[in-house]
Each structure stands twice: as structure tokens, then as C-alpha cells.
């Protein structure tokens, strides 16, 4: 491949700047995923992946013990909440890496406070207006005598992270209170509902030439079962400035598209510098990462910090000064299994839940979703 790119470099008239912008992110990403279709010579990840439609991977993070999920939205306003509940207190953890976030209860998961559990974690939409969504959760966790006991009473602990969705749908109907409340109720051990719902319902990606030319995100969720009962799962709304990719192949399954209405890679658009800036804090990818491993609040925060690999493999460009991405990592207990395992894994069943939510989406509110373009 080295030996091409030098021959079209000495051709200067043939290369135009698109196809020039073009070839330097496909290098770009080709010296990341070594192996890849793009090392072997392929100029793109469609063309790698023609005729191999993707699949939505297996499970949803209910699979894991202890763990239920409800969801509530506004299908006409395109936003809502998505509640993890937990059936008792859990250790847990989380990892800010966006520039932009929009986060509650964050600081006492940090190892050196004394709150050790959690009762529910809230991903909701309505950016900072969203997260009133929590005190509904708290409410209803309330009255099932849940929470941090202070003697007089409970106070359930739920932190809650946020995504922008005002730019679709209305601005002025957020999660409030009473969604909270209601997702809360809801929260079972069925299994989790992907695509436009909860939080996930007004999510968009590939927003680097602007919201016109932007794809629909999604809520997404997967998970993987060892041999030995370890149970990791994920759920993540994705809602992010940059695209989506697949990560065996490259493909970019949902980005900012082009006059032409092909995808075209945020690389491309960046270097050209065709649109102004993207508005800080309109952006955001927040996740639940959740096993029963045995795993006290030092080790989630260290997992928490693992899964954000599952955002690097998929989403182009990742954590910048646009997006506000958040991951919290969950442990219920009762298998013995090491950081680095649960780690691990945690970044493969998270970039597969990315993957399953682009899969999952359908267009809403003028944007179009990745089943529309194929």
C-alpha cells in the first residue's frame, strides 16, 4: 500500500483533494485496525463490506444479575429516559472523557467519598433540563425503602448522565419528574428495546457538517455470558458529533453525508473545514457498563475507564470538545473475576451495543437512520 500512495503522489494532477483527504483517513485508520480490509488495499469499508450486512449482536445488559431496565419517550417530542435499576445497592463506578458533560451524583463515585452503592443510574435525554428525570427515580426508589440509610429514612442514590437531543423534535419537552418516575416502575428483567427508545429516542450521529446532514442514533445494548456465570452487558445511547463504524471492517454504518448523500468521514470534513465548529455540549455518548463480578467502587471506577476503548473502536472521532461522553461501570456480585477480564470485555460488548443501536434506528424527525441508506 505504501508503494501506491507514493506512485499517486508523484501524479499530483490525478489526485484530487477529496480523494487526497479520502486516502489519508483510510491510512489513518488502516494503521489502527492492522489486518483490516484497508491493509489488504481496499479503498473503502463499503466496498470491504458489500454483501455483508451487519448483524445486531446477541443479549442486553438484563442478562446480567441484578440488573433491570425501564424506558419511557416522547415519540412526537423525540427524547426520553432509560432507567437501570439495580435490586440492591451496587458498587460502581464511572469515567468522564467528553469535554461537554452533563452529569448528576458523579463526584461521590469517586473512590475517596464514602457512598460505596448505588440504587439506579439514569441515561436520559434533554441535555441539563434532563436530569430531573433522577429525582423521579429517586422518588419511586423511595418507596421501595431503597437507598442510603440515614436513620430517618433512605436516600436512594441514582446518578444520571445526560445527551443534547433539543435539536430534534421539541426543545421544550424534556424528561422531567414524572417520566423518571414512570421508567423507573417499569424497570423488569425483559429483555431491553433498542433503536428510538428512551434515551436513545432523539439521538443523532455524524454531526461535523452540521444537524442537516446528520444521521439517527440510537439506544443500543448486548452482552456476553463465560462459562465460569460471568455475565458482562452494556446499554449506551448514542448520540455523538463524529460517525459510527464498524469495527471488523471500517464501514462507516452512520455519519455527516455529503451533497451527494454518501458518508463522508469526519476526517475529511474537519480538514476542509467546509462548516463552522460544532457548538460545545451538543453532542454526548453515555453508557452502563454492568457484571456480577466481585468487584468493590476502586476496581468499577478502573473498569469504567477500560469500556471508553468500546467508544474508540466506533465512534470517529471519540471524546472531544463537543461530545460529553460518560461511561459508569456496574458490579452486582457474586463471581470472582479480575479487573482486567471484566475490563475487557466490557470493551467488546460496548462497542457492540454502539454498533447495535445504529442498526437499530429509524429516521426520525427529517434525519435519516442507516436502515434508510441501504
Same mark, same amino acid.
Given at each position: %500500500?505504501?508503494? $501506491?500512495?507514493?506512485?499517486?503522489?508523484?501524479?499530483?494532477?490525478?489526485?484530487?483533494?477529496r480523494?487526497?483527504?479520502?486516502?489519508?483517513?483510510?491510512?489513518? &485508520?488502516?494503521?489502527?485496525?492492522?489486518g483490516?480490509?484497508?491493509?489488504? !488495499?481496499?479503498?473503502?469499508?463499503? *466496498?470491504?463490506? *458489500?454483501g455483508?450486512?451487519?448483524?445486531?449482536?446477541?443479549?442486553?445488559?438484563v442478562?446480567?444479575?441484578?440488573?433491570? /431496565?425501564?424506558?419511557?419517550?416522547?415519540?412526537?417530542?423525540?427524547?426520553?429516559?432509560?432507567?437501570?435499576?439495580?435490586?440492591?445497592?451496587?458498587?460502581?463506578?464511572?469515567?468522564?472523557?467528553?469535554?461537554a458533560?452533563?452529569?448528576?451524583?458523579t463526584?461521590l463515585?469517586?473512590p475517596?467519598?464514602?457512598v460505596?452503592?448505588?440504587?439506579?443510574?439514569?441515561?436520559?435525554?434533554?441535555?441539563?433540563?434532563?436530569?430531573?428525570?433522577?429525582?423521579?427515580?429517586?422518588?419511586?426508589?423511595?418507596?421501595?425503602?431503597?437507598?442510603?440509610?440515614?436513620?430517618v429514612?433512605v436516600?436512594?442514590? /441514582?446518578?444520571?448522565?445526560?445527551?443534547?437531543?433539543?435539536?430534534?423534535?421539541?426543545?421544550?419537552?424534556?424528561? $422531567?419528574?414524572? %417520566?423518571?418516575?414512570?421508567?423507573?416502575?417499569? =424497570?423488569?428483567?425483559?429483555p431491553?428495546?433498542?433503536?428510538?427508545?428512551?434515551?436513545?429516542?432523539?439521538?443523532?450521529?455524524?454531526? %461535523?457538517?452540521?444537524?442537516?446532514?446528520?444521521?439517527?442514533?440510537?439506544?443500543?445494548?448486548?452482552?456476553?455470558?463465560?462459562?465460569n456465570?460471568?455475565?458482562?452487558?452494556?446499554?449506551?445511547?448514542?448520540? =455523538?458529533? !463524529?460517525?459510527v463504524?464498524?469495527?471488523?471492517?471500517?464501514?462507516?454504518?452512520?455519519?455527516?453525508?455529503?451533497?451527494?448523500?454518501?458518508?463522508?468521514?469526519? &476526517?475529511?470534513?474537519?480538514?476542509?473545514?467546509?462548516?463552522?465548529?460544532?457548538?460545545?455540549?451538543?453532542?454526548?455518548?453515555?453508557a452502563?457498563?454492568?457484571?456480577?463480578?466481585?468487584?468493590?467502587?476502586?476496581?468499577?471506577?478502573k473498569?469504567?475507564?477500560?469500556?471508553?476503548?468500546?467508544?474508540?473502536?466506533?465512534?470517529h472521532?471519540?471524546?472531544?470538545?463537543?461530545?460529553?461522553?460518560?461511561?459508569?461501570?456496574?458490579?452486582?456480585?457474586? /463471581?470472582d473475576?479480575?479487573? +482486567?477480564?471484566?475490563?475487557?470485555?466490557?470493551?467488546?460488548?460496548?462497542?457492540?451495543?454502539?454498533? +447495535?443501536?445504529?442498526?437499530?434506528?429509524?429516521?426520525?424527525?427529517g434525519?435519516?437512520?442507516?436502515?434508510?441508506?441501504?
Amino acid at each position: %500500500m505504501a508503494k $501506491d500512495w507514493k506512485d499517486e503522489g508523484q501524479v499530483a494532477p490525478a489526485v484530487s483533494r477529496r480523494k487526497f483527504l479520502q486516502r489519508t483517513a483510510m491510512l489513518g &485508520l488502516a494503521a489502527a485496525v492492522p489486518g483490516s480490509f484497508l491493509a489488504a !488495499g481496499s479503498a473503502t469499508g463499503q *466496498e470491504a463490506s *458489500e454483501g455483508k450486512k451487519p448483524k445486531l449482536a446477541g443479549g442486553t445488559i438484563v442478562d446480567v444479575p441484578g440488573v433491570k /431496565v425501564g424506558q419511557v419517550q416522547n415519540e412526537e417530542a423525540l427524547t426520553g429516559c432509560t432507567v437501570i435499576v439495580l435490586e440492591k445497592g451496587s458498587s460502581c463506578g464511572v469515567d468522564v472523557r467528553g469535554s461537554a458533560p452533563g452529569t448528576r451524583e458523579t463526584d461521590l463515585l469517586n473512590p475517596i467519598n464514602s457512598v460505596q452503592e448505588v440504587n439506579a443510574v439514569v441515561l436520559t435525554g434533554g441535555s441539563a433540563y434532563g436530569l430531573d428525570a433522577a429525582s423521579g427515580v429517586m422518588r419511586y426508589m423511595e418507596e421501595q425503602g431503597q437507598g442510603y440509610n440515614v436513620g430517618v429514612g433512605v436516600v436512594p442514590i /441514582v446518578p444520571a448522565a445526560v445527551i443534547f437531543d433539543l435539536s430534534i423534535g421539541s426543545a421544550k419537552i424534556r424528561p $422531567d419528574q414524572q %417520566m423518571g418516575y414512570e421508567a423507573a416502575r417499569l =424497570a423488569s428483567k425483559q429483555p431491553v428495546q433498542q433503536g428510538n427508545v428512551g434515551a436513545g429516542t432523539g439521538a443523532t450521529v455524524g454531526k %461535523m457538517a452540521g444537524m442537516k446532514r446528520a444521521m439517527k442514533g440510537g439506544l443500543g445494548t448486548a452482552s456476553r455470558r463465560l462459562p465460569n456465570g460471568l455475565v458482562v452487558g452494556a446499554i449506551v445511547a448514542v448520540n =455523538a458529533v !463524529g460517525e459510527v463504524r464498524l469495527p471488523s471492517t471500517g464501514e462507516i454504518l452512520a455519519g455527516a453525508r455529503g451533497e451527494d448523500g454518501n458518508i463522508r468521514d469526519s &476526517l475529511s470534513w474537519m480538514i476542509d473545514a467546509a462548516t463552522p465548529p460544532v457548538p460545545a455540549g451538543t453532542n454526548t455518548t453515555i453508557a452502563v457498563v454492568a457484571s456480577n463480578a466481585n468487584l468493590n467502587k476502586v476496581q468499577a471506577n478502573k473498569v469504567a475507564q477500560m469500556a471508553h476503548n468500546g467508544l474508540a473502536k466506533t465512534i470517529h472521532p471519540v471524546h472531544t470538545m463537543s461530545d460529553g461522553d460518560t461511561i459508569f461501570a456496574i458490579a452486582t456480585g457474586g /463471581v470472582d473475576a479480575s479487573v +482486567n477480564l471484566v475490563g475487557t470485555l466490557s470493551v467488546e460488548v460496548l462497542a457492540e451495543a454502539v454498533v +447495535n443501536a445504529i442498526l437499530s434506528a429509524k429516521g426520525a424527525g427529517g434525519v435519516p437512520a442507516y436502515q434508510d441508506l441501504r
